[in-house]
C-alpha cells in the first residue's frame, strides 16, 4: 500500500487523478473493513467533490498542495462540518456541526480528501474502542483483540489501507497506543503545537491532536500542516514550525537518548522490553549516547487531575443524561463527582510542580529524547476488563494500558510511536519516543532510524 505521500506524488504527476484515488478507497472500505468495522461514516459526496476540486487545480496548473488527493480519515470526535458527528456518544446520535474542526480545515487546504468518519471509544473515555452505542472496533492483526483506543478507528483504517492519513486525539496515550496495537506510526505533539477548535474535549489541559499514518514521513508531513497557532484556540501559542520533514535525513549521531530502567521497564512484558531494548542498540549503533533517565512517575496526583476535568467537559448533561453513557463512562463520572475543589486543586498544584520539576531535570542532563515502551503488554483481549502482565495480577486495562504514555500528556512533551517488530504471539510492538516541548523535530528523527 503507497503511503500518503506517494499518493499525493502521484496524484500531482497526473499518473492517477484524485477522483480515482476517491474512488478506489471507497471500494476499499467496503472490501477491507468488514470486519474491522473502523469507519462509522463515509463521506462519499464530499470526498468526490474534494477529489474534483484539486483534480481542476492541477488542471489549470496550480499547485494542489501537498497533500494531493490523499484520502483521509477522521475520528469522529472530531468536528466535520456538514457530516454526522457523535463523540461516539448517544448524546450527540444525531449531531451535525455547522463547520470543520481546525484539524481537518488544514489538512483539506493542502489538497486532502476527507472520505470516513472513523470509530472511537464513546466520548474518548476508554482504551478499547468498544462503543456500545455504534459497535465495536476490532484489531487487524487479530480480530479477538482490542485495536487500543481511544482512536482505534483511526489506527485500524490506516493499517488495513482504507484511509492513507488519520486524525487522532489523545488526552492519556489515545493515538499513541492504537498505533502500537495497529502496528503503525502515530505522533502526539506538544501541548499547543496542534489546534483543538472543533474536537470534543475530554480534559481541555491534556487533550492533544495528531496525525496517524503509515510511515513516519507521513507524520512528518503532515505535522507540517496541522502546527501552528489558531485564532480560534488560545492554547496554541505563536511559535514557529520546523519543516520537520527534514529531520528525517538528520540521523541521531551526538543526540543523548535517555532510557528509565525505573518503572517503564520494570513494568513491560518482557518480550515487549527485549524489543525495546533491542530498538536502543539500533539508535546507540547509529551515533547516539545512550544515559539512565528518572521521570518519576507515576506524578502524584494524576488520577484527580484527570477526573476532575473529565467531570466538566460534559457539563449540564451529567447527570441527566446518566441512561444515554455507557457504564465505562458512567464509573468515571461517578469518581469524578467525589472529588472535591480542594482535591483537584492540590492536583493541579502537583501537576505544575512535577512538570517544572522534569524538564529542568532533563534539560540539565542533557537529553534530547527518550524511549520507553508505547505499550507494556500485547494488545487485551476483546472485553476484557482486566490484564495480567509483568508480574502485575488483575490490572485495570484502562491503567495497564495507559501506563506508559499518560506521563507526557502530563508533561505536555511530544512522543511518537513508531512500529518497531512483534512480541512473542505476533502481535506489533511500539516504540515511544519522547521529546522535550517544542522538539517534534527531534522525536522524527528518531523514529526515522528505527523505522523499518
Not at 492519513?165 to 496542534?194: M, Q
Not at 472535591?340 to 540539565?364: C, H, K, P
Request: hydrophobic share 40%; with cysteine; net charge negative.
Amino acid at each position: 500500500m503507497d503511503d500518503a505521500t506517494a499518493i499525493a506524488a502521484r496524484v500531482r504527476s497526473g499518473e492517477i487523478s484524485a477522483v480515482e484515488v476517491t474512488r478506489d478507497h471507497l471500494d476499499q472500505i467496503a472490501e477491507r473493513d468488514r470486519g474491522i468495522d473502523a469507519v462509522w461514516w463515509i463521506t462519499e459526496q464530499r470526498a468526490l467533490e474534494e477529489a474534483l476540486g484539486v483534480d481542476d487545480t492541477i488542471a489549470r496548473g496550480e499547485n494542489p498542495g501537498p497533500l494531493a488527493g490523499v484520502p483521509v480519515g477522521v475520528k469522529d470526535l472530531i468536528d466535520t462540518g456538514g457530516s454526522r458527528t457523535t463523540y461516539g456518544s448517544a448524546i450527540w446520535r444525531d449531531h451535525i456541526p455547522d463547520r470543520d474542526a481546525d484539524a481537518v480545515t488544514r489538512l483539506a487546504t493542502a489538497g486532502a480528501v476527507t472520505i470516513a468518519k472513523l470509530a472511537t471509544h464513546e466520548l474518548a473515555w476508554g482504551t478499547t474502542n468498544d462503543n456500545p452505542w455504534f459497535g465495536t472496533c476490532r484489531n487487524p492483526h487479530d480480530s479477538s483483540r482490542v485495536p487500543g483506543g481511544s482512536s482505534g478507528g483511526s489506527a485500524a483504517a490506516v493499517a488495513v489501507g482504507t484511509v492513507a492519513l488519520a486524525l487522532g486525539t489523545d488526552t492519556g496515550g489515545s493515538i499513541r497506543c492504537p498505533a502500537s496495537c495497529c502496528g503503525i506510526v502515530g505522533f502526539k505533539p506538544t501541548f499547543g503545537r496542534v489546534s483543538l477548535a472543533g474536537i470534543h474535549p475530554l480534559c481541555p489541559t491534556l487533550d492533544h491532536c495528531g496525525p496517524m499514518a503509515r510511515s513516519v514521513r507521513d507524520c512528518a508531513l503532515a505535522l507540517e500542516l496541522l502546527a501552528g497557532a489558531s485564532p480560534r484556540d488560545p492554547r496554541t501559542p505563536p511559535v514557529a514550525v520546523e519543516r520537520y520533514r527534514d529531520a528525517l535525513e538528520r540521523g541521531v549521531s551526538g543526540m543523548t537518548v535517555g532510557v528509565a530502567e525505573r518503572y517503564f521497564f520494570e513494568h513491560t512484558q518482557a518480550d515487549i522490553a527485549s524489543r525495546v531494548r533491542a530498538a536502543v542498540d539500533v539508535l546507540r549503533d547509529a551515533g547516539a549516547e545512550v544515559t539512565e533517565v528518572d521521570l518519576g512517575w507515576p506524578a502524584p496526583g494524576e488520577a484527580d487531575f484527570y477526573l476532575s476535568e473529565e467531570g466538566a467537559a460534559l457539563g449540564d448533561h451529567w447527570p441527566s443524561r446518566r441512561a444515554d453513557l455507557g457504564a465505562d463512562v458512567v464509573r468515571e463520572l461517578d469518581a469524578a463527582t467525589r472529588l472535591t475543589g480542594i482535591d483537584t486543586g492540590r492536583a493541579r498544584q502537583r501537576r505544575i510542580e512535577y512538570q517544572a520539576q522534569t524538564e529542568e531535570r532533563l534539560r540539565s542532563d542533557g537529553v534530547d529524547v527518550i524511549v520507553t515502551p508505547t505499550l507494556a503488554l500485547s494488545p487485551p483481549l476483546r472485553g476484557a476488563t482486566t490484564a495480567s502482565f509483568a508480574g502485575n495480577p488483575n490490572e485495570d486495562v484502562t491503567t495497564a494500558m495507559l501506563g506508559m504514555t499518560g506521563v507526557f500528556n502530563v508533561l505536555g512533551w511530544p512522543a511518537i510511536s513508531v512500529p518497531f517488530g512483534t512480541d512473542t504471539v505476533g502481535l506489533p510492538v511500539g516504540i515511544q519516543i519522547a521529546a522535550l516541548p517544542w522538539r517534534e523535530a527531534d522525536c522524527l528523527a528518531a523514529a526515522a532510524v528505527l523505522a523499518i
